[in-house]
Structures are given as structure tokens and as C-alpha cells.
């Protein structure tokens, strides 16, 4: 097959149905559902060749459009006549929305956006960080480090090991911001002797995920140092939690 | 005397002090330009009016608006390289749009890019706030999780409750730092959904040419979904963190 499309990158089912209603100029009031619908099947074929991930939103549009096709063809009920709901109807009135919104965003990516178009002048020294010894913002990379350390600790692997209880990431967060909401908490003192190797790499995914979100901060006051895990805004912590809850669900 | 004679030497007078105030008063508001230069010149932050007037002890609240207006007019011109712009509540030194290519240069950090996820999806917040997740991706047609957590992250948008129906899902809502990266005054200063309507499509042509461009500049990256690209001001010249 000779690859002629110029691939556009569509942000969603919605966007991707206005391109092919603006390509060719249909009135958004009066869509030829059965065209546009082919159309539309074409595309995710397309995609599909082109070993694109087709997500799942993609899938449900495409079942709604050949279900509003579908009840085009049907002959109105009797007695209902020209009563009748439109069957594009919420389909049409999805497509405006998505439209307004489409156009406020690109009124947003124009306007000059700051540390893009315009700039500010560079904050001064951090102020909030008075005490001492002065601390080092840690990466996530220096925290795979550690783990390292964590991991040797630990005893090899046993043959026969029976698979416990599986610790799930979304458990440790709360128990790790319970134990910072106490202070700052030392990185070695989350992983104790005789910890499971399960129990240890759930632990520090879930500090990974919270360092990630930066709703915790890895500090350390000199290379090779002990690390310093410490709660970055509280209220932000409760957002965390709820976010991975969302996500692993 | 001649009663005559009185009242031109006090019609002198007059004249004299009418001539000497103008100089007085031109003396005065460029002595508080002056000082709103420094003041401003100090503070990264966009500074709000009434801490301002507050380093300003017997000034006029009225004169410092003014003078404030005097000086963004000064700054507008083609020959100086910053602008006085009010944003997120406050007045802000920035840049000049025009100069954007040497500044990046200098300070050799990537851009900030914002993808066309991240933008749909704070159009939506923006205008829509408080919102709850579902909502938003009612609107957009597509799972929005990963780039609210960029959102998120970025502190361009923040949770400011819980909606309360089954299940109580997060309410988000723009931020401060929504408004002073987009140049914003206030919220009420985004134009709204119907005015932009009109010339959607002429817009929309632009950022999509906009995105080509950006992809094509930054060397055909496969940008992830919904990634806000770039230092930001705090993390300059770190090497990325993920990517």
C-alpha cells in the first residue's frame, strides 16, 4: 500500500470526527451520518495499519455512529412523526461543545505563554530553605540508587518462598504519608531488617509514585549522605492518594 | 494705594506658582516612577497593587496607578526589551514577546511546550471550574488522567474540593500560576466560549500549523500524550527527570 496520509495527530474520537466534517465542509446541523461513519471506520483501519494505538474512546464513538446509522434507516414510529428526537442530536451537540473548547484551547496556546513567548525575572535564592546543613534536592535516579543499597541487605532469594499476601502500591502510600505527617522520615528506616523483598519494592515504588507526584521530597545534606524523605505540601498529599486510587481502579 | 496696583502683584504671584507647580508635580511622579521600577525590578512574582501602596507610605493611591499605567506605556515601546503587564492579580516585569528567541538562547533551557491535551483539557478547567474529572472528559471524548496529573504537577490546575455526589470525585480549578503563565489579569479577562466561536477555526488552523512546527523544531520527538515539555523556572538546566 502506498502510505499518501499525512497523519494528523487527533486528540480523541471528537477531534478526529470535526476533521472530517471541516474536510468536507458539511454542516455540523446536518451531518451524512452513513458517509461520515465509513469515513470514520476508514481512519481506525488506518490506524490500525499503521500500528497506531487505537484507544478505546476511538472504539465506543465508532459504535455510536453506526447506532445513530442505523436508527436513520429505521421509518419513524407510527404516530411519532415528525416529534421525533434527531437521533445526530446529542451526538451534534457533543461535537459544538468540544468545538468551543478546542477553540478556547488554541486561544490559550497563542496567547505568550510565560518561559515560552515572555519571560519573568529568575526567582531569587530559595528563601524557604533557612536551615542547616543545607539540603540537595534529590532525583528519582539517586533514589533507584538507594534502593540498590536496600536490595544487598537483603537475604537471596528462597527456593521455596510461598507467595504471601500481595502488598499493593495504592496500600503503601498511605502508610508512607502517615509516617511522614510524623516528620521527616530517613530513607534506610522505611526498609527494616527482615523486611520481604515484595514489601520493600512495594514501599519504593510507592515512595517513587509520591516523589513523582512531588508530594514528598527526597533531600540530602551531602553526596552519598543518608536521605532525607520529607511531606512537600500536605494537602497536596490527599490529592496523590486520591489520583493513584482513580488510577488503579 | 491704588487698589489697581494690589491686585496685579497678586495676579503675579499666582501666575508664578501656576508656573512652578507643573515642574513640582513632574519632579514628583518621576521620582515614583522611579521607585515602582525598583520595587518592581525586585520581585519576581507578580505584585499585587495593595503591597505596592504598602511599600509606598504617602503616596497616592491614585498616582501610583497612574504612574504604574505611565510607566507599562514607557516600556511598550519597540526600543525596550521588557513590558509591565498585570497578571494573576499583580503588576509583572516580563520579557518582550519579540525577544523570546535571544532570551531562550541565554538561559539555554528547552522551552516550555504545551501540548494540545494539556491545553484542551485547561481550556475545559478553565472555563468549566469547578470541575470533576468525568466532566471534563465528557467534553474532550478521551481519558483524561494522565495529563491532569501533569496539570497537576505543573500547579497550573489544583483540586479545590470534592463534588458532592456518589463517589465524590475531586473538583479542579485553575491556579494562580494558570494566570501569570498565560498572561492572564483574572479569569474574567479569557474571552468567552461564544466570542471565540466566531473564529474557531481560523484559531485552531493556527495552533495545529503552531504544533507542526513546534514537533519539527524540537527534531521529531514522539512527544508522550499530554506532556508538559520544558524546564520550569525552578528546575533549569536539570537534565529531565523522566522522558
Known amino acids: ?224 549522605g543518608s536521605i532525607l524523605l520529607r511531606l512537600a505540601v500536605p494537602c497536596d498529599a490527599e490529592v496523590s492518594l486520591d489520583l493513584m486510587d482513580d488510577s488503579t481502579s | 494705594m491704588d487698589p489697581n496696583e494690589d491686585a496685579t502683584s497678586t495676579e503675579t504671584t499666582i501666575e508664578a506658582e501656576a508656573q512652578e507647580r507643573p515642574a513640582a508635580e513632574a519632579h514628583a511622579s518621576k521620582r515614583l516612577r522611579s521607585i515602582l521600577e525598583s520595587l518592581l525590578f525586585s520581585t519576581a512574582e507578580p505584585v499585587p497593587l495593595g503591597k505596592l501602596l504598602a511599600a509606598l507610605p504617602g503616596y497616592e493611591k491614585r498616582d501610583v496607578v497612574r504612574a504604574l499605567a505611565a510607566l507599562g506605556e514607557e516600556y511598550a515601546g519597540d526600543e525596550r526589551g521588557f513590558r509591565l503587564q498585570q497578571v494573576a492579580g499583580g503588576y509583572q516585569l516580563r520579557t518582550a514577546p519579540a525577544n523570546a528567541d535571544f532570551v531562550k538562547a541565554l538561559l539555554a533551557q528547552r522551552p516550555v511546550r504545551l501540548t494540545r491535551a494539556s491545553l484542551e483539557t485547561l481550556a475545559v478547567i478553565a472555563y468549566r471550574q469547578p470541575v470533576t474529572r468525568p466532566e471534563i472528559e465528557a467534553i474532550r471524548g478521551v481519558d483524561v488522567d494522565a495529563v491532569l496529573t501533569t496539570l497537576l504537577e505543573r500547579r497550573l490546575v489544583r483540586v479545590l474540593g470534592r463534588k458532592d455526589v456518589v463517589g465524590r470525585p475531586l473538583l479542579y480549578g485553575t491556579t494562580a500560576e494558570f494566570l501569570e503563565t498565560f498572561g492572564l489579569k483574572d479569569l474574567a479577562s479569557l474571552p468567552t466560549l461564544e466570542e471565540l466561536g466566531a473564529s474557531a477555526d481560523a484559531l485552531e488552523e493556527a495552533a495545529r500549523a503552531a504544533e507542526v512546527a513546534d514537533s519539527a523544531a524540537a527534531g521529531g520527538d514522539a512527544s508522550t500524550e499530554g506532556t508538559l515539555e520544558g524546564a520550569s523556572p525552578g528546575s533549569r538546566g536539570e537534565p529531565e527527570a523522566d522522558g
Open chain 1, 1 to 224: 500500500m502506498n502510505p499518501r496520509f499525512q497523519l494528523e495527530i487527533f486528540e480523541g474520537p471528537l477531534d478526529l470526527l470535526l476533521h472530517l466534517i471541516k474536510k468536507d465542509e458539511i454542516d455540523v446541523h446536518d451531518i451524512p451520518i452513513a458517509v461520515v461513519t465509513d469515513q470514520y471506520l476508514a481512519y481506525l483501519d488506518l490506524f490500525e495499519k499503521l500500528n497506531l494505538d487505537t484507544a478505546g474512546e476511538y472504539l465506543v464513538m465508532a459504535a455510536t455512529l453506526m447506532q445513530i446509522k442505523s436508527r436513520m434507516l429505521l421509518p419513524p414510529a407510527e404516530g411519532e412523526g415528525d416529534d421525533e428526537e434527531d437521533p445526530r442530536a446529542a451526538l451534534v451537540q457533543q461535537l459544538e461543545e468540544y468545538q468551543r473548547f478546542r477553540a478556547a484551547a488554541a486561544e490559550l496556546g497563542n496567547r505568550d505563554i510565560l518561559a515560552r513567548d515572555v519571560f519573568r525575572r529568575a526567582p531569587q535564592a530559595a528563601e524557604d530553605e533557612k536551615e542547616l546543613p543545607p539540603l540537595r534536592e534529590l532525583e528519582l535516579a539517586d533514589l533507584v540508587d538507594a534502593l540498590r543499597e536496600v536490595l544487598k541487605r537483603l537475604p537471596e532469594d528462597q527456593a521455596h518462598e510461598i507467595v504471601g499476601e500481595r502488598i499493593a502500591i495504592a496500600d503503601r502510600i498511605p502508610f508512607l504519608l502517615e509516617r511522614l505527617r510524623g516528620g521527616d522520615v530517613e530513607f534506610a528506616s522505611l526498609f527494616p531488617e527482615g523486611a520481604s523483598r515484595q514489601e520493600v519494592i512495594s514501599t519504593f515504588l510507592a515512595l517513587l509514585e509520591l516523589v513523582k507526584m512531588r508530594a514528598v521530597r527526597a533531600l540530602q545534606t551531602e553526596r552519598f
